[in-house]
């Protein structure tokens, strides 16, 4: 048995089972599905020179830039974001 969905990983990622009038039923196959994730990053600057502190949102979720101006919005699902400095 191999489970399979879009977007998610599992553990674990297949399970052979024998069943049959000896062994009878296979009880308790389980698979953990973890949903994949991904990012967003970048650099938010001012005229090249890079500016902390702005606020990146992307439809709901956030980061504030760092001193360097760099950003990560971690933690999304597969789709499309509207990504916003303010």
């Known amino acids: 048995m191999t489970p399979s969905l879009a ?3 599992f ?9 049959n009038e000896t062994v ?3 009880t ?5 599905g973890t949903q994949k994730t991904y990012s967003i990053s ?7 020179d890079p500016l902390a ?3 990146v949102t992307a439809d709901g979720h956030a980061d504030t830039t760092a001193a360097d101006g ?5 933690g ?3 789709g499309t974001y509207t990504v916003t400095p303010s």
Do not use: H, W
């Open 28 to 32: 308790d196959v389980d698979f953990v």
């Open 70 to 74: 760099t950003y990560m919005i971690s």
């Open 53 to 55: 502190g702005v606020e």
């Open 11 to 19: 553990a674990p990622t297949s399970s052979e089972q024998t069943v």
């Open 7 to 9: 977007e998610y990983t």
């Open 76 to 78: 999304l699902a597969a």
């Open 24 to 26: 009878g039923n296979a």
């Open 42 to 48: 970048g650099t938010v600057t001012n005229a090249g």
